[in-house]
């Protein structure tokens, strides 16, 4: 290229780049994030305009598409993007697998967000899963922008919700909006930053939006009455308590714009959709793994956040989910893995939800793509085009909450067995641990959600040819321990021990929270970290 054509280049993708935002939903199970996944989507009008998935128009779309692939594949397909455009926005919508296929790749969805909805139910507030995502975005700096949800159903009082944030997480709400009616009773919300009272209606038989009537001053109060004064009310007493709104303070991750809505309703899905673009942070030059900023306008790069591999590897539908970090993504590049060196084609990409499985043929910085037939792939492995060359950190782990004893289940088998391990191991499928108290030398596995278990058993059996026996341990609560002269004291208890990772971290795990502080007070002495993630 000349330089002329280059610069252009560079214009285009940054450009490119500014348009999107992406980011992912975080929430418990049941809280209405397929919901309102569906409803951002469908209020955005692309399924809906376009003529819908699978060619059939209506609210069910979006859910249904996923459903159907699930159903096909025996698992989920997780953690993928849905895109969708808005107005002149490009929004990536990551998907953070919950239920039973809570695992450590929802997590490690966190590494390719700009950005993290956290969406709680108002009857609700902070539920367990919600707290353990919310932690690896903290430790990440990732943004938050928080929406509570089902405002139309019964549920807590508004500023005891936001009290639970302060003060469980230290996260401090910043309200946009404030409800108009108690949950139960909702009417719309007070805009505070307009100063209108935005009143909602529900609109008919499943439509993408919300019916918004925007009221101000003397038909704002004869509309709203009470509810409208009570809002406003209680909005400015958290605005003067330190809730007054400040992008600063969004960006630097240390408290959180905060939203109403119903969802289901489509009710304050506008003003989410609105907020992302006004607010949520765009691409940006990302770190290598030593450091230096890959700035959106050099070639292009990438780097490997999910493998989705099917149970039945005879058919060999691997597919590998990078996001683009730099450049122009185009199809049929012949890219570098820079984990392997090695030349990968990628004559395959797929924009996998939303609209089919849509072949996808260019793509930018923020953009999710999905590259089939990727058995050379792994997570954390960087892909990119020409030079200069790029590494982005590689796998991060997490703190992981399921541990079992692995042996096999026929000691003839034990070589096979043990590569296996090792392999899993290193794609991170489950975390492999080394425990000094057990004799027999038999690893232990350990993973954020049971599912791993159960791929890291059935790739044992039909990739490696060992069927393995698996002992759950009773643990549930995990901190590192930084002083290995310390391990005695975990070791001496019944109700805890210590195990290595490869990378030499030592894990105290605990069966209880409980028992954790029970021995924290007879050993003041002992020094215990808490662990999010590593890498
Ligand atoms: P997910 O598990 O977080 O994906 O939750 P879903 O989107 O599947 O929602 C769980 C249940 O909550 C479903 O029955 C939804 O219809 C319901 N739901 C979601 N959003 C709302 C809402 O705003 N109001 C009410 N009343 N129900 C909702």
């Not at 919901?35 to 779309?61: P, Y």
């Not at 096999?408 to 191991?425: H, M, N, S, T, V």
């Not at 069966?511 to 007879?522: G, H, P, T, V």
Request: hydrophobic share 40%; glycine share 8%; net charge negative.
């Amino acid at each position: 290229m000349t330089q002329t054509t280059l610069a252009a280049a560079g214009t285009d993708v940054s450009a490119q780049a500014r348009r999107r935002r992406t980011f992912a939903v975080i929430s418990h199970p049941d809280a209405g994030k397929s919901t309102l996944t569906e409803a951002l989507a469908l209020h955005a009008r692309v399924i809906s305009e376009a003529g819908a998935v699978h060619g059939k128009a209506g609210r069910r779309g979006v859910t249904s598409d996923w459903m159907e692939m699930e159903q096909a594949r025996g698992i989920s397909i997780t953690s993928a993007a849905l895109q969708f455009a808005y107005g002149d926005t490009v929004i990536n919508l990551l998907d953070t697998p919950g239920h039973a296929d809570f695992s450590e790749d929802t997590y490690r969805v966190l590494s390719a967000v700009d950005s993290a909805v956290m969406l709680l139910d108002a009857a609700k507030g902070l539920e367990p899963q919600t707290l353990k995502l919310f932690d690896v975005c903290r430790y990440r700096g990732i943004p938050v922008i928080t929406f509570i949800n089902k405002w139309d159903r019964p549920g807590r009082a508004a500023l005891d919700l936001c009290d639970e944030l302060t003060e469980r997480i230290g996260l401090p709400p910043m309200p946009l909006t404030w409800p108009v009616g108690e949950a139960g009773h909702f009417r719309g919300v007070a805009d505070l930053r307009s100063g209108e009272f935005v009143r909602f209606h529900r609109t008919a038989g499943g439509a993408t939006a919300a019916g918004e009537e925007h009221l101000t001053g003397e038909a704002a109060e004869a509309e709203g009455g009470a509810e409208w004064t009570a809002a406003r009310e209680e909005a400015e007493l958290l605005q003067a308590s330190g809730g007054e709104f400040d992008a600063a303070r969004f960006e630097d991750a240390s408290a959180t714009p905060l939203l109403f809505g119903a969802a289901v309703a489509n009710f304050g899905v506008r003003q989410l959709l609105d907020l992302l673009v006004e607010l949520a942070p765009r691409p940006t030059a990302r770190a290598d793994a030593e450091g230096r900023p890959r700035e959106l306008t050099q070639p292009f790069s990438a780097f490997v956040f999910k493998v989705q591999t099917g149970m039945d590897r005879a058919h060999r539908d691997q597919v590998a989910f990078a996001r683009v970090c730099s450049g122009k993504f185009e199809r049929g590049m012949v890219v570098t893995n820079a984990t392997t060196g090695k030349p990968f084609a990628t004559k395959y990409v797929q924009q996998v939800f939303g609209q089919q499985r849509s072949t996808l043929d260019t793509a930018y910085p923020g953009d999710v793509i999905g590259l089939v037939n990727a058995t050379a792939l792994r997570v954390g492995d960087t892909l990119h085009d020409g030079k200069p060359a790029v590494k982005f950190p590689g796998l991060p782990s997490f703190a992981p909450a399921h541990f079992a004893v692995a042996r096999p289940a026929d000691i003839g088998r034990a070589k096979q067995f043990r590569r296996g391990i090792e392999q899993l191991g290193a794609e991170g499928v489950v975390q492999v641990l080394t425990s000094d108290l057990r004799g027999d030398g038999s690893p232990v596995l350990a993973a954020v959600g049971p599912m791993q278990f159960e791929v890291a058993t059935h790739r044992l059996e039909h990739e490696f040819g060992c069927v393995v026996r698996l002992d759950h341990l009773p643990y549930t609560a995990v901190r590192r321990l930084p002083d290995p002269a310390q391990r005695a004291i975990v070791d001496r208890e019944r109700s805890s021990e210590v195990f290595a990772r490869a990378d030499g971290t030592l894990l105290a795990v605990f069966e209880q929270e409980m028992n954790l502080r029970i021995l924290q007070r007879q050993k003041p002495e002992l020094v215990l970290e808490p662990l999010v993630a590593d890498g």
